[in-house]
């Protein structure tokens, strides 16, 4: 339910490539609304004819016309695929691109947050969380990871 009344709006680009089907399903599935669609990058084309480099981790340059989009539909959210659709970039609308490392601790963060919750209506346990991070990964998992008490590797 929360999902569906949800009035984050949010535009998606799947920088000439194919992620939009996947997106848009992932979407409905979890009952939120559609993003909006950058229409001149929504199909795949091996030109790339609207980037120089079809990496949406590059930021602005990549973004431009999905910024333009959000600002024109009031969308606080770009999410962004590369053409295989294996990465994404995530950014808001000052134009701001979060990192891999800071998408992850953000993930890590929230995830560890729902356990909380799950702890205090009594169903979990501090020695059953782990963490795992890659030795490229940003250690701020490991810092909540002390402080918490969990376990991180």
């Known amino acids: 339910e ?9 535009v998606h680009t799947s920088v000439h490539g194919v992620g939009h089907i996947f997106v848009q399903a992932a ?11 950058v229409e001149e990058q929504k ?7 609207t980037v120089k480099y079809p990496n949406p981790e590059e930021g602005e340059g990549v973004l431009t016309l999905s910024f333009a989009l959000a600002d024109k539909e009031g969308a606080t959210v770009i999410l962004a695929n590369d053409p295989d659709a294996d990465r994404l970039a995530i950014a808001e609308k000052q134009e701001r691109v979060f990192s891999g490392n800071e998408l992850g601790a953000l993930l890590g963060w929230w995830i560890f947050q729902c356990w909380k919750q799950q702890k205090e209506e009594g169903k979990a ?3 059953d969380v782990y963490m795992l991070s890659s030795t490229v990964s940003s250690k701020i ?8 008490g969990f376990h991180f590797e």
């Open 27 to 37: 979407f409905k599935a979890f009952d939120l609304r559609p993003p909006y669609a």
């Open 43 to 49: 199909d795949p084309d091996p030109e790339f004819p």
């Open 2 to 10: 929360l999902n569906k009344n949800s009035e984050v709006k949010i």
């Open 141 to 148: 998992l490991r810092a909540i990871a002390v402080k918490e």
């Open 125 to 127: 346990s501090i020695k």
